[in-house]
């Protein structure tokens, strides 16, 4: 069973999210708010080496100590557990911006 697509970034009874920690070889950590800010992080640091796809590598998302995701090129956040064929990211840049055709 695949879990589920959602990931709660805050604990019952607060109203600040707890933060994230961007975590990326060769890079220092990002400490961000919400998924979006990682996306964003992420991709900024991206686009700032120019490096590519094959060289760039993808980002560790971590919780208290826990890995919580994995921010790939593209700037999606999966699930931390191997990519299966139908797998949908925990969070889209490309359909929060309105890139992706509606379905």
Excluded: K
């Excluded at 920690?21 to 961000?32: H, K, L, M, S, T």
């Amino acid at each position: 069973m695949r879990p589920n697509a959602t990931v709660p970034y805050t604990e019952a009874g607060q109203q600040n999210p707890l933060s994230l920690i961007v975590r990326q070889a060769g890079y220092p950590d990002i400490i961000v708010e919400t998924l979006e800010d990682a996306s964003q992080r992420y991709c900024e640091r991206r686009d700032q080496t120019g490096l590519g796809a094959s060289t760039f590598p993808d980002a560790t998302l971590i919780r208290e100590d826990i890995v919580v995701g994995r921010i790939s090129y593209n700037g999606r956040i999966w699930h931390p557990i191997p990519w299966r064929p139908g797998d949908r990211p925990i969070y889209d840049n490309a359909a929060c911006r309105g890139d992706q055709p509606e379905r």
